[in-house]
């Protein structure tokens, strides 16, 4: 299956999950005066209820491998490109996630940032270029895919990558159960 397919599955079952579970799914509102395309209502106190979203159109990543003189790997490109959304929480033999999703497009040019600044700093530690697309509950660790090859590491800011998770995101995210976002 391709990597839409699987994501779009996994956010089937987190989207059941959560009503299953009578949860609703919260964020904090970035900027209260400008809703994002997946916000559903505002709650309280700048907390808001959202579902994912297809973007259209999809998110560019031109501009960071221009920047870069690199291309990114299809899949990550892909995976931030599918769906708008504030995140969402998982769980993996390994222990809690939460996949990072673009909110809106400000939260791209944060994340686009965010992707030049890591790749730069993996140059200037002579290590294997990574892109992050989740966090674990240590902030210390991320997940991230191996640009050169597509594979699906743990991986420790700052150090190299060791530990494989999946050969890719698509088998990565197969072996992933929904779970609650901890985000608010």
Known sequence: MSLAEVYQSFIAQTLHWHQQHDLTMRAWAADPANSAPCQLAILADNEVS????????????????????????????????????????????????????????A????????????????????????VFFALTDDDSIVLSVLNSSGAVYLETVGKNVTEKLADSLPEFLTQLSPAAYQGV
């Not at 297809?54 to 291309?71: G, I, M, R, W």
């Open 50 to 105: 959202w579902q994912p979203l297809l973007q259209q159109p999809a998110s560019d990543f031109t501009n960071v491998e221009q920047a870069l003189e690199l291309e990114l790997h299809p899949d990550i490109k892909q995976f931030y490109s599918l769906y708008y959304g504030a995140g969402l929480g998982a769980t993996h033999s390994r222990g809690p996630l939460q996949l990072l999703m673009v909110w809106d497009q």
């Open 107 to 130: 939260d791209l040019a944060r994340l686009q940032e965010n992707i030049i600044g890591h790749i730069l700093m993996k140059r200037r530690l002579k290590q294997p270029e990574t």
